[in-house]
């Protein structure tokens, strides 16, 4: 009889008869309770113009006055500012990050604008990558900056979506859920808000534009879902403003002609933006940006970095093996440049050993004219010196004859 290493109960206690579970229906608790001590990320980008109310909408969603500081409008580039608040709500802890877009649109030449936006999402995407390749991973630890969702908040100019509308979200459609909304929605009557949304839908449509859908496959949220996916985009009006009414506080919006309820599904789609997005499909958009659009990243990468992530090979398995690759490679051209390098020695030595010879021939050369002029040059001096001294000799003898 074996003694359990945690209490130091005897094992037959646990299991009274063959009819009791073994346990492993408790597994679901285990999990629940690990995700939960975790706490959920969720990473929201809020993208649209300046004072479209992208920080006001958040303040509602949350029911909370995160206090974003105004973003400075000189700057002519697009930034991206992150906003990291811990929230808890019962049990569960939500790491929520808000990522605003700071001077989107509001540049002259705005046909760049998205760029550094698809720059942020790949980075996100990039450092998850780094984490997942490294041999010693850590990602139960590893804090998930990854955009679940990119809320596009649209002007309520009662027209249509603009070209630089089309050109982002068709840079974003496959990175990232693309959730559009209808901003200051109060700004429009109700007719030109239908008109509006109908020409939104249109053109969307007509530029293939693929905006986040809610599943439909589970029973139990499928009817609603399609109604969302319908509805979609959401008109909303935030406010940090409350108010009393009926000895309720409600968030509003108080004009001199009356007072705009965000919560009120009669004054504006807020209340069906909160249900689908965080009440029925936060865990889809989490789930969606994991194996959808971070999956399509990294098979794009890897491939590029010659890395086919397949059954029959561990994507580990794969990166030690192209790393080794790459090792031999470097060792390789090493090899190469030393080769090169002993040849071009050799060839230079060669070189001045022939510059050597040639000066040293030429030295030989001189050395033999000049011994040749100074054999000539004495034979000379020689020969005047004789004729210099017969000269003299028959000049010392004419001048005796003459005395005598
Ligand atoms: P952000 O720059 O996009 O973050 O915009 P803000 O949230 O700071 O809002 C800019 C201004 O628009 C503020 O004066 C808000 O009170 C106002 N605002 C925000 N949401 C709404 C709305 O739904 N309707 C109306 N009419 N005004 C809004």
């Not at 790949?122 to 998850?128: A, L, R």
């Not at 009926?246 to 007072?259: H, L």
């Amino acid at each position: 009889e074996s003694k359990s290493a945690v209490n130091g109960n005897s094992v037959k206690e646990y299991i009274i008869s063959d009819k009791d579970p073994v346990g492993f229906d408790l597994l679901p608790d285990q999990l629940v309770n690990k995700c939960v001590e975790r706490g959920f990320p969720l990473n929201i980008l809020c993208l649209g113009e300046t004072g479209i109310g992208k920080s006001t909408l958040m303040d509602t969603l949350f029911r909370k006055n995160f206090d974003t500081k105004p973003a400075a409008h000189n700057d002519n580039e697009v930034t991206l500012k992150e906003h990291r608040h811990d929230m808890q709500e019962k049990q569960v802890r939500l790491k929520l990050t808000i990522i605003d877009t700071v001077n989107f649109s509001d540049q002259i030449d705005k046909s760049e604008s998205y760029k550094p936006i698809v720059k942020y999402i790949e980075d996100q995407f990039e450092s998850y990558l780094q984490e997942e390749l490294k041999v010693r991973r850590a990602l139960h630890a590893y804090h998930d900056t990854r955009v679940h969702v990119c809320l596009y908040f649209i002007p309520p100019t009662g027209l249509t979506l603009k070209e630089l509308d089309i050109a982002t979200m068709k840079a974003l459609e496959k990175r990232v859920n693309i959730i559009p909304i209808i901003a200051k929605a109060d700004s429009i009557t109700k007719p030109e808000l239908l008109q509006f949304k109908t020409n939104i839908i249109q053109k969307l449509k007509e530029h293939k534009v693929h905006i986040y859908q809610c599943p439909t496959d589970d029973p139990i949220v499928a009817k609603a879902n399609q109604k969302f996916n319908e509805d979609m985009p959401f008109a909303v009006v935030g406010s940090t403003e409350e108010i009393k009414q009926g000895g309720k506080t409600i968030r509003a919006r108080q004009y001199p002609w009356g007072i705009v309820q965000v919560e009120n599904e009669q004054h504006c789609d807020f209340v069906k933006l909160r249900e689908m997005f965080i009440r029925t499909n936060m865990e889809d958009l989490r789930e969606t940006t994991h194996s959808v659009h971070y999956e399509l990243y990294r098979k794009t990468k890897l491939s590029e970095m010659g890395l086919v992530d397949d059954d029959k090979k561990s994507l580990q398995e794969a990166y030690q093996e192209k790393k080794r690759e790459h090792k031999q490679n470097m060792e390789r051209a090493e090899e190469n440049v030393r080769e090169n390098f002993i040849r071009r020695v050799k060839v230079k030595e060669s070189e001045l050993k022939e510059k050597e010879k040639e000066l040293h021939d030429r030295y030989e050369e001189l050395k033999k004219q000049h011994s040749e002029e100074k054999r000539k040059l004495e034979e000379d001096r020689d020969r005047l010196k004789a004729e210099m001294e017969d000269f003299n000799k028959r000049k010392t003898l004419g001048s005796s004859k003459r005395k005598k």
